[in-house]
């Protein structure tokens, strides 16, 4: 039997309960306190709170809103930005990989470790410029599935170039297999269709050629034994941009010389591997062209070795980034080289050449996901967002090397780095 003293007794321990607390608490799958936001867009945010359900970023706010995670990692006050693009990688391109069975084993022992050292440094993001077509597709196909543990990858399946033309000549001179399957030889503007038609349909993000060398192959490889490198006719370059175009497939072309840029930029390519590094500075007439045109341009600093090549890469990349160019950052990291580790270097040469830690920042972030046809998904920390971020100690805008060690990396909302000491 229900008494008054009873009800009055229900009553009184409701009240006790929400006494206190105003607003009702807000529940996120994760909540990031205490963080130093850089967001990405400009700008740092002390004291803020990132809240996260599923895979997207729910929301930010300000420290003291009444919110909760199922998960709460305290960052303490240190950096949180955006996970890093690195927008030139090849993943699966090794000396060591000639047939299925070296390509097997390379995949097993050494790509799968490169793909955790790169999340090990930060990088949620890269872009393959280059690798065995059906291997890399079944790849990334492993690492969407959760099979695999690495960055989200995208992928350009082979590279698209002339009979004659690099790397066929060059880098796989010898290596039948693996030129096969990394290299499109197009010798004929009529296969173009196909070709561009196969790759869409097998789901590729982009498309990537190479417009290096001349006509009539006078032309020679910048590094090594003075090989002779055809460039792809340009009538054929020209119906891959359009025939990529109508399916909706940004092109990104691998060039040296302002000969090859220039066509290039006027066929509407989307961006520029390597760029122009036999010659420096850079025409004004070309700087005016890729401005114009928003070209994106993705510097690959440590591919030059020899001092007089990254001397003229270094100096190209200050004076374009300096005339509001786009860049963009990508090492084009290969076989042994340190996967991740390689970001970190390429993002210190950037510094070294003249750009802002911001500049670069935003060159391996916001930029690379604007590059990459991605900007609504990523680049930045921001409501609706995939949560991919990182967090480290120190301050990236006064020293970019903070970045070689994250204190947690996270991509698709889900903690796959974790340095904290417990
Ligand atoms: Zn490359």
Known sequence: MTTNLDRLMTLIVLLAATAGCGAPVERSDVLITNARLIDGTGGVQEGAMIAISGDRIEGIFSEGEPREGDLTIDAGGRTVMPGLIDSHVHVIVDRTVVDQETLDEYIENSAKRNLADFLAHGVTTIKSAGDPEDAILELRQL??????????????????????????????????????????????VEDVKETIDRLAGK???????????????????????????????????????????????????????EEGVIPVVEAGVDSLEHGVVVKSPVSETVVEMLREAGVFYIPTLQVFRAAEARGRAMANLKQLSEAGVKIVLGTDTVGSTPAGANTISEAERMVEAGMSPAQVIQAATRTAAEHLGRGDDLGTLETGKLADLIIV??????????????WMVMKDGRVVVDNRQE
């Open 143 to 188: 690492i969407e599935e959760g099979k695999v543990e690495g960055p989200r990858l995208l992928v350009v399946g082979p590279v698209l170039s002339a009979p004659g033309g690099h790397p066929s000549v060059t880098l796989f001179a010898d290596n039948s297999w693996v030129r096969e399957r990394l290299v499109a030889e197009m010798a004929r």
């Open 203 to 257: 789901g590729v993000d982009g498309v990537k050629i190479v417009y290096q060398g001349s006509d009539d192959g006078s032309q020679t490889y910048l590094y090594g034994d003075r090989i002779s490198i055809r460039r792809l006719p340009r009538e054929i370059m020209e119906a891959i941009i359009e025939e990529s175009h109508r399916h909706g497939l940004r092109v990104t072309a691998h060039t040296f010389e």
């Open 393 to 406: 100690e120190g301050d990236p805008l006064e020293n970019i090397s903070v970045l070689r060690t994250p």
